[in-house]
């Protein structure tokens, strides 16, 4: 089907004389025609940026959305923006089949164009570009027939994915028989699932999943809730905390607790792969779908990065993007729940602790994949008060001493503070949580507890 986009592309730039770029909805390249000539400002950054990474950046396409092009039915002209890096102008060709968009046919305009009647305030269009908005027709109709059998292979795997045991023999029966059928998989081929999380749903008319090597088919499940945000960084460590329903050893109750985090949703993209072990093409797939615009979070609030704020400056840290998780490859499609899981607890450790992400596998997350295996539950009562946002750094502090096996040169040279500040710290540590860190197991405690309080 690549080629069929090509050849209609190549259509286009013929039609018209100028280099063409077919995007889908998410601004992600899809095909684009040869350039020819010596003028690099012609082959501006924009159209270098999307050819050679696949996907214009986000300021881009927000600037040509403002002209109106995810509403338009015609063609339209988009003017030269030097300041962005957009030398010349452009001619947008709406790809759309039954009045939803798709896409769209970039033409670049190196002057030639300029006096093109496009078809505007009731003027007929010319005859070159009626031709070619036919032509995107036809690309609108090819989007829409692949976007119709990726949502059905979606159907089937997330039907594959929530099944309970019972259920799974005959829904990944289902599933190989529908693969087989697309003629995009052959039975006992190497697979595996790539999660990305959180994703955007709320876009019911998104674009279809762009066609990478491998990519077999995706769904948007639920990623489950985990223990609740812990302490924003930056907080003033003197501001006493809020402790409602302290008992003894400064131990919280549990109304003084923060409740668990609402489930999220994941996109789960299932992957052939080459050969067994060989996870190129899944990582290949996650690096694509964590540059859509629908894979990405809010601001981080409530949490606490591993570095923390700079010099206690008390500046909020900056919203943190989507992870991806790669699951343990399997021949078998029975397999795959147990995949899904693994790919699954795999993105949220990289979303919770920067170092292993944005992408990493579920066996490179360490102590994560037993923190991600238990359930959703509110943080140890021990730790409570730690959590609250006045004790960021020393909930920052904590983690990075039990990081360092309890060293205390290491611990202050990563934190940057003397070594007296780092005692009185641990001090203060101790008696909000009545834990002793001299003891092995109230360690252990209180490291797990800190990191599962991440997810």
Not at 85 to 114: A, M
Not at 281 to 298: M, N, Y
């Amino acid at each position: 089907m690549r080629g069929d986009y090509q050849q209609l592309v190549d259509e286009i730039s013929a039609a018209l004389g100028a280099p063409a770029t077919l995007e889908d909805r998410d601004f992600g390249l899809i095909a684009f025609g040869a350039h020819e000539g010596d003028d690099d400002e012609v082959m501006d950054p924009v159209r270098t940026r999307s050819i050679l990474q696949r996907r214009s950046s986000a300021a881009v396409r927000a600037w040509f959305e403002a002209f109106g092009i995810a509403r338009a039915k015609t063609a339209l002209r988009i003017p030269p923006d030097p300041a962005a890096g957009v030398f010349k102008g452009r001619i947008c060709l709406p790809v759309r089949h039954r009045g939803i968009v798709h896409g769209y046919v970039w033409l670049l305009d190196d002057g030639h164009l300029t006096d093109l009647e496009l078809g505007s305030r009731g003027a007929p269009p010319d005859p070159r570009i009626a031709q070619a908005m036919e032509t995107a027709a036809r690309i609108g109709a090819l989007l829409a027939d692949e976007a119709r059998a990726g949502s059905e292979l979606g159907d089937l795997l997330r039907e594959l994915l929530v099944a309970q045991p019972d259920g799974q023999p005959a829904a990944a029966a289902a599933l190989r028989d529908a693969l087989r059928d697309s003629l995009r998989f052959a039975p006992g081929a190497p697979l595996t699932l790539v999660a990305v999380v959180p994703w955007d749903t709320s876009d019911t008319d998104a674009a279809p999943l762009p066609s990478l090597p491998g990519l077999l088919a995706a769904c948007a499940l639920p990623a489950g809730g985990g223990p609740a945000d812990g302490p924003a960084a930056g907080a003033d460590e003197t501001e006493p905390a809020a402790r409602p329903g302290s008992g003894r050893n400064g131990r919280a109750g549990s109304a003084g607790l923060p409740q668990a985090a609402a489930p999220v949703p994941a996109l789960a993209a299932l992957v052939r792969l080459r050969a067994s072990g060989a996870s190129a093409p899944a990582h290949t797939v996650a690096e694509h779908l964590l540059r859509s615009p629908r894979a990405s979070a809010g601001p981080a609030e409530g949490r606490a990065p591993r570095g923390g704020t700079r010099g206690g400056s008390g500046h909020p840290p900056p919203p943190r993007p989507g992870a991806a998780g790669i699951g343990g490859g399997t021949r078998e499609l029975t397999d795959l729940p147990a995949t899904w899981r693994e790919a699954l607890d795999a993105a949220r450790a990289a979303h919770a602790e920067p170092r292993l992400g944005p992408i990493t596998q579920w066996d490179a997350i360490g102590p994560y994949r037993m923190l991600t295996a238990l359930p959703g539950t509110a943080p140890d009562p021990a730790i409570g008060p730690l959590l609250a946002p006045a004790h960021a750094e020393l909930a920052r502090t904590a983690e990075v001493f039990l990081d360092c096996a309890g060293q205390a040169s290491r611990t202050a040279h990563a934190l940057g503070i003397h070594r007296q500040t780092l005692y009185y710290r641990l001090g203060r540590v101790e008696k909000l949580t009545g834990l002793d860190l001299d003891d092995g197991e109230h360690r252990l405690l209180l490291h797990m507890a800190l990191k599962a309080a991440r997810l």
